[in-house]
Structure formats: structure tokens, C-alpha cells
């Protein structure tokens, strides 16, 4: 089975925090995603990352970056957390290629104060 | 603009009964569409996917219809259980090269006993 984990599932941080979520995939996929997901909004793609060192920007990547100096691990960064970035944050991942199934992670719920 | 609606946005009903959630999408050129079951407090998970060509798709209780002149998709659900309480996400994919997924915001679904 495909396994994505995420490093916490809840995380409380105060603004201006320098924040550090982490995925990990065990199955070798190349594409790594993170998203966040927010009421009445649904999933919104922040960055994903097609290889190790690479990424591509998402629908909302500002205020976010990334890191993906592994295979099995993409690292999404706050640089200095707002509150408006309170939010369910997903990673997930696939093979390459297209079509392909995305798996995601349990998620990790963000509170910044 | 590539959206992807869903309706309602969310739903009671009494287990044993049957229901349908609705997706609608203006996504294109078209690849594919999928619904995930999302838990609470957990990642999406992958209950059907539909190409172009297919027009009914089941998994167990679950049965996917995809209209691709009308662009519209349902997901039947029959003999609703307690553990179908959950959200339903529409996600939709572009005939593009990268990842290009549009997500719907979901149907929130409650059975109560």
C-alpha cells in the first residue's frame, strides 16, 4: 500500500513564525503535491515538484515555498506565518507520468494566533 | 476559467437510504474525473476515476456517472451506512502536460441512524 505521512497533524504557531511541514512517501513516486484546503473553497494547489531539487509553482504560492532535496520527502515552508494561512494542509503524491492516481497524506491542521 | 461544481453542499439522510451528489465542470480539454471520500480529519481518498469514454462506473455501493456532452458527473450511493458520513470531492484533470487538477469543494454528507 501507498503510504503518504505527514509530520504532524495539528500545529499551533504564532505569527511570524517560521513554520516546516514535512511529507513523506515510501513508494519511489516522482510527483510530490501540497495543497490547502479550506470550507467552501476546496483543495487548492500551493507548489508540487516533479523531481528531486525541482518545483513548480501551484494556484496559491505566495507566502509559501518548498523543498524537495530527497525523492521521498517534499518539505512545504512558512517563511513568517499570517493567520490567513490557518488552514488543513494535504500532501500527496504519484507516479509520473499522467493519469495516475494522487495519494494523499492524513493531512496536517494548521492554527497560527 | 477551468471550475468544477458540486451539489449540495452538503446532505442529511437516514441510513439504508440512497442519494446522489452532483459534480459539474467546465474543465478543458478534458482527461479525467474522479471522486474521493474524504474522512474527517483525513486525506482524500480515490473512490472511482472516469475517462471520456465511460459513462458508469461502480465500486461497491458507490456508482459514478459521467455525461461528457453536458459535462456533468453523480455519485449514487445505495444502502447508505454510517460510515459513508463523509466529504465527496469532484477533481477533475486537464489534458495538459503537469498537474492539472481542479477540485470541487466538496459535498459534506451525514447519515444519521
Known sequence: ?113 | KNQVEQSPQSLIILEGKNCTLQCNYTVSPFSNLRWYKQDTGRGPVSLTIMTFSENTKSNGRYTATLDADTKQSSLHITASQLSDSASYICVVRVSKAGNMLTFGGGTRLMVKP
Request: proline content about 4%.
Open chain 1, 1 to 113: 500500500d501507498v503510504k503518504v505521512t505527514q509530520s504532524s497533524r495539528y500545529l499551533v504557531k504564532r505569527t511570524g513564525e517560521k513554520v516546516f511541514l514535512e511529507c513523506v512517501q515510501d513508494m519511489d513516486h516522482e510527483n510530490m503535491f501540497w495543497y490547502r484546503q479550506d470550507p467552501g473553497l476546496g483543495l487548492r494547489l500551493i507548489y508540487f515538484s516533479y523531481d528531486v531539487k525541482m518545483k513548480e509553482k501551484g494556484d496559491i504560492p505566495e507566502g509559501y515555498s518548498v523543498s524537495r532535496e530527497k525523492k521521498e520527502r517534499f518539505s512545504l515552508i512558512l517563511e513568517s506565518a499570517s493567520t490567513n494561512q490557518t488552514s488543513m494542509y494535504l500532501c500527496a503524491s504519484r507516479p509520473g507520468g499522467g493519469g495516475y492516481e494522487q495519494y494523499f497524506g492524513p493531512g496536517t491542521r494548521l492554527t497560527v494566533t
